[in-house]
């Protein structure tokens, strides 16, 4: 069973009398239309938060598709009352993929609803992350005096660019650079930032990701590659690496990884590099959009830039209180989510209750080696860790259900385990995509597409049901 559109839980929905209106919640209320809830502008699940009848029951006491919000603030579609209201916190701007597939910021502490790669939005939830190139919206730039960038650098060895021109696509600030001529060594780089700006370390993990275009190749080079280059604090040269990348004529963001490994490294450079064989004559121009060279293991959304690097804050969204609680099966109860995973980090959070501390707790997080894992903690003492097997990138829904000495953990209509001798911890908050504490560590980095939590233990018929592609 699912959703007439986009997806969610197994539910029969009914159409409300009149429609919603299409505009983000009030700052007053959570703003009634017809006595319905308002949905977001280009909401997809048509009557998400109206008549619910589940086909698994009993229904569940929380169920959010995250869609609905306003600045600090994500709203489920169950309870209908303000008991279930999720707080929403980070303290900068960040960008994310609305409804009409452009990249746009929004403000402090607004959720973010996210359209990337999917017809209907989830969650995204990241940790903070910072792009230490200076200049990423190609502020200094002219087609006239063919000027590159504020902070730009090339090396060409033979070649000389030309810039052709400068705007946006898909609200991706970009500059199209044509390079021509006949080389005279083996590689020509253009790098976004200089080799001094940029502190790192040996054994740190970086992440070198850029919008990329082919706008035309008559003599193209030989490969792409995105590269790291290690200096010291003066700039001279320590180590390098690189990995290849294969952009087409549709501008997509590609990325690499590396942990430097230089022992004097203090700074990291990023470079776009083009391979070429020495005495031989080229003609391409690319389009770059938002470089970013960030201490990650994965790109993190584009954190746009001008005249110095800039940082995004986590993404903190929690639920907690009496009335939370009540949500909360207390000595039984089951925990639903659907979702999208594109980078499996370990200890890297999906859902999680608890009373705000490690010591109790029940979590659905991703561990090493691409796995789901199901944790639960009475007293500090450890009650259940049930993994997976290895998993690829993709949708995935997951459930967990417990009692005292009765857990069961199922994944994509499978169950992977069950635990007959553990205890069930008492929880008063609820936590999406990050650690089931004040902390803001562990966060997901990725979209949680639908969450619910039920006040009972469900059969593990209907676990499989419930989390059936």
Known sequence: MALGLGYGLPFSVKRPVEGFANSIASSTARAIVSGATQEQAGGCLTGRALTVMQTVQ???????????????ALYPQLPTSASGDFTVTRATTATRVNSSGLIESVASGVPR?????QSCPALLVEPSGSNGIRNNSMVGANVSTNALPTN??????????????IGTESGIDYI?????????????TIAPESSTQIVAASGQTWTNSVYIKIISQPSPPSSYSLAFREGTSGGSFVNSGSSAITPTTTLQRLSATRTLTGATTERVQPQINFALVSGSTYDFTV??????????????????????????????????GALVSGLIGQTEGTIYVEVDVRNFEANARIIGISDGTASNRITLLLASGSRFRLVATVSASGQVSIDSSAQVSGVYKVAAAYKE??????????????DTSALVPACTSVFLGKVETSASTNLLNDRIRAAALYTTRLSNDQLAELTRL
């Open 58 to 72: 009993p229904q569940p006491s929380l169920l959010i598709v995250p869609q609905l919000y306003k600045a600090g």
């Open 113 to 117: 609803i996210d359209w990337l790669g």
């Open 152 to 165: 730009w650098l090339t090396t060409l060895n033979g070649l000389s660019h030309q810039i052709i021109a």
């Open 176 to 188: 199209d650079i044509k390079l021509s001529g006949t080389a005279n060594n083996t590689v020509a």
């Open 287 to 320: 389009r770059i959009g938002w470089p970013q060279m960030e201490q990650s293991s994965v790109a993190t959304s584009p954190i746009p830039t001008t005249t110095g690097s800039a940082s995004r804050n986590a993404d903190q969204i929690v639920a907690s």
């Open 405 to 418: 000495n009765d857990y069961a953990f199922y994944l994509n209509g499978s169950q992977i385990g069950t």
